[in-house]
C-alpha cells in the first residue's frame, strides 16, 4: 500500500503543512498536527532539501548584510586627510565651436615638463584668441589603447613635452602611451591630418639623451604626421629653460601661419608671462585640531596601487652604518616594512621615497619669508571669483607653513630663471629687482650660469642675496620654490629572501658647494638620521611607492651573468645575488666591484 506523502507533490506537501499550522493555531490541536506533518517531511526528502536550502540561503543573506553594514560604517570612520600629490583633474570634453583645437600633452618626472606645456598654454592663448588649448597629462588622455587611438585619430595640431629619465625609459605618467605608441609603429600613415611639435627634456650626462622624445617625434613623422617644428632636445644639465626658450620661440612663427588670421596682429603683440600666485585662506585652526599628515597611504585613499601619487606610509624597520667609525664618509643600509601594506616589487626596481627637509633649512626658509611658522593656511588654484588660477600645479593639503615648508618645498636646488622673474616681482629694492630680472634675461645668460649653476647657489642662498624680496605664500609655493619631489633608490634585496622589507642602501651626500655651503642631501640625511622600530616603537616612516625597472636577470638562468657594482653600484646586484643564494641559479655568476 502506498503511502499519503509519496503521492502527494512537495508543492501540495508545502500546501499540507501550511494548513496544519492553521489548524494548530485555530483548534490548538498541535499534538495531532505535528507527528502527521514531520512525517510527511521525513518522507519527501524532495522536499526537505528545499526547505534547508532556502533557510541556509536566507541566513547567508541576513550575515552578508550585516557585515556589509558594519564594514561600510568601519571604512567611513576611517577616511583620510587629502593627498599630497593630487593629479591635475581631466576636463571635461568640449563641444566643436569650430575654434581650431591644439592638444598639449605632457609626460613629467617632477613636473617640468607640465611646466614648460602649461606656459606654451598660457602665451599661445593670448597670440591665437581664436583658437582653444588644452594641456592633457598623457596617463589621462585614455584609459586603454583602444581610446588612445581612437581619440589621437581626432587630433589636428599637438605638442608633446616628453621627459628621459633613467635609462632611457619614459616617466611613470608617459609609460602606458609610449609603450602603446612604440609597438604600434608599424601602423601606416594614420596620423597624416595630425601637425605636431615635440619638446624632450633630458640630460646630456646620460646614454639614452632625450631618447622618448626622439622615438614620438619619428614615429609621428613615419605614420604621416606633420612635422610644425624641429624636435627640441632640453638639456637639463645646462640651463634647460633656455632650451626651451629656443624652442618656443622658433614654433611662433610656424604657429602664425597656422593659427593667425591675415588681418590679426596680436601675434606681435609683446607677451610678458604673469606671474603664478595661488589664492590663499588663513585659518585659525591648529596642529592639534586638524591632521597634516597629506600622503596618507594608498588603502586609507581607495587607491588599489601605489604610486607617486599614492604613497603608502612604512615604518623603518632596521637601520645600520656600513662603515667603521674610522672612515670619512657614511652609507647608511635602511629597511622599510611593508608587510600587509600590499605594496609589492621585484628583484631590479627602484623604490621613491618622499622625505622632509631638515629643521635647520626649514628655520631659514621661515627667517626669509619673514612669515610665522605656526601660520595655518591653504592654497587654491582657482580665483576668488570662481575663474581658473592659471597654469597652476595641485596644491597640497592645508596646514602650517613650517609643514608646508617640511614637506612640499625644494628650497636645497637651484633657482630657475622664472623664480628670479617671480622674486624680482616681490622686490622692495630696485636695484635687487633689476639684478634679477637680468639673471633670468637672455643678455644675463653667462651670470646666470656663473652665479646659480657654477656656484650652485641653492633657493635660499639666493633670497639670502636679495633680502627686499619677499613673495607672500600663494607666489612662493606656486612659482619660486618646486614641489619637494621623491628620492630614487636601486631596491638592495629580494622579495625571494625579503619579501615583507624593502632594502635601501644609500651614500649621504655632504659636500661643500663652490660658493661655500656645506650642502647636505634630503634624502640620505634623512635615513641617516632615522630611528629605526628596532629601537623605538615611535620609529621614523616615509611615504614610499615602487618604480619598476627594466633592469634584471637574463630569463633563462644558463647565461653567465657579470655583475659590475662600483660604490653604491652594488645595491641592485646584492638583490640579484639573494637571487642567486635562494634559487641556486645563475651558478655561472662573477660580481666585480
Avoid at 630663471?417 to 634675461?441: C, N, Q, T, Y
Wanted: glycine share 6%; with cysteine.
Amino acid at each position: 500500500m502506498e503511502s499519503t506523502a509519496e503521492k502527494l507533490s512537495p508543492f501540495d506537501l508545502m500546501t499540507a503543512i501550511l494548513k496544519g499550522v492553521k489548524l494548530e493555531n485555530s483548534n490548538g490541536s498541535a499534538d495531532a498536527v505535528q507527528p502527521a506533518v514531520m512525517a510527511m517531511l521525513l518522507e519527501n526528502k524532495e522536499l526537505m532539501m528545499m526547505l534547508t536550502t532556502s533557510v541556509a540561503v536566507l541566513l547567508g543573506l541576513v550575515v552578508y548584510l550585516i557585515w556589509r553594514r558594519g564594514g561600510s560604517a568601519q571604512k567611513k570612520a576611517a577616511q583620510p586627510s587629502a593627498l599630497v600629490v593630487p593629479k591635475t583633474p581631466v576636463e571635461p570634453e568640449e563641444v566643436d565651436d569650430g575654434k581650431k583645437k591644439v592638444t598639449i600633452f605632457f609626460g613629467t618626472q617632477t613636473g617640468t615638463a607640465e611646466g614648460f606645456a602649461k606656459a606654451l598654454a598660457e602665451e599661445a592663448k593670448v597670440r591665437y584668441p581664436q583658437a582653444k588649448f588644452k594641456v592633457v597629462d598623457l596617463d589621462d588622455y585614455a584609459a586603454d589603447d583602444e581610446e588612445y587611438e581612437e581619440k589621437l585619430k581626432k587630433e589636428s595640431m599637438a605638442f608633446f613635452f616628453l621627459a628621459t629619465y633613467g635609462d632611457g625609459e619614459p616617466t611613470d605618467n608617459a609609460a602606458r602611451f609610449y609603450k602603446w605608441f612604440e609597438e604600434g609603429k608599424e601602423k601606416g600613415e594614420w596620423l597624416k591630418n595630425l601637425q605636431y611639435g615635440v619638446f624632450g627634456l633630458g640630460n646630456r650626462q646620460y646614454e639614452h639623451f632625450n631618447k622618448i622624445a626622439i622615438v614620438v617625434d619619428n614615429i609621428l613623422a613615419e605614420q604621416g604626421a606633420q612635422r610644425i617644428v624641429p624636435v627640441g632636445l632640453g638639456d637639463d644639465d645646462q640651463c634647460i629653460e633656455d632650451d626651451f626658450t629656443a624652442w618656443r620661440e622658433n614654433a611662433w612663427p610656424e604657429l602664425d601661419k597656422l593659427l593667425r588670421d591675415e588681418d590679426d596682429a596680436t601675434a606681435s603683440t609683446p607677451y610678458t608671462a604673469a606671474v603664478l600666485e595661488y589664492r590663499v585662506v588663513y585659518h585659525d585652526q591648529t596642529d592639534e585640531l586638524i591632521s597634516e599628515n597629506g600622503l596618507a597611504n594608498g588603502h586609507a585613499n581607495g587607491n588599489a596601487v601605489y604610486d607617486a601619487q599614492h604613497p603608502c606610509i612604512a615604518n623603518v624597520a632596521v637601520k645600520k652604518e656600513l662603515h667603521t667609525p674610522a672612515s670619512d664618509r657614511s652609507c647608511t643600509h635602511l629597511e622599510f616594512e611593508i608587510s600587509g601594506s600590499g605594496l609589492a616589487y621585484e628583484t631590479g626596481d627602484h623604490v621613491g621615497v618622499y622625505c622632509d627637509n631638515l629643521i635647520e633649512v626649514v628655520e631659514e626658509a621661515e627667517r626669509l619669508l619673514n612669515i610665522p611658522p605656526q601660520t595655518y593656511f591653504s592654497i587654491h588654484t582657482d580665483k576668488e571669483d570662481g575663474s581658473s588660477g592659471g597654469a597652476l600645479p595641485p596644491p597640497f593639503p592645508p596646514c602650517t607653513l613650517r609643514t608646508a615648508l617640511t614637506k612640499y618645498a625644494d628650497l636645497l636646488n637651484a633657482p630657475k630663471k622664472s623664480a628670479l622673474v617671480a622674486l624680482a616681482a616681490f622686490a622692495s629694492d630696485p636695484s635687487e629687482a633689476d639684478r634679477l630680472r637680468h639673471l633670468a634675461s637672455p643678455a644675463g645668460k653667462e651670470e646666470y650660469a656663473q652665479y646659480v649653476i657654477v656656484s650652485q647657489r641653492s633657493l635660499l642662498e639666493v633670497m639670502a642675496d636679495f633680502p627686499s624680496a619677499k613673495p607672500p605664500l600663494g607666489a612662493f609655493f606656486a612659482a619660486i620654490a618646486p614641489r619637494l619631489q621623491p628620492r630614487f633608490y636601486s631596491i638592495s634585496s629580494s622579495p625571494k629572501m625579503a619579501p615583507t622589507r624593502i632594502h635601501v642602501t644609500c651614500s649621504l651626500v655632504y659636500e661643500k658647494t663652490p660658493a661655500g655651503r656645506i650642502h647636505k642631501g634630503v634624502c640620505s640625511t634623512w635615513m641617516k638620521n632615522a630611528v629605526p622600530l628596532e629601537e623605538s616603537s615611535d620609529c621614523s616612516s616615509a611615504p614610499i611607492f615602487v618604480r619598476t625597472s627594466n633592469f634584471r636577470l637574463p630569463a633563462d638562468p644558463k647565461v653567465p651573468v657579470i655583475m659590475i657594482g662600483p660604490g653604491t653600484g652594488l645595491a641592485p646586484f646584492r638583490g640579484f645575488l639573494q637571487v642567486c643564494a635562494n634559487t641556486f641559479m645563475f651558478m655561472h655568476t662573477w660580481f666585480l666591484k
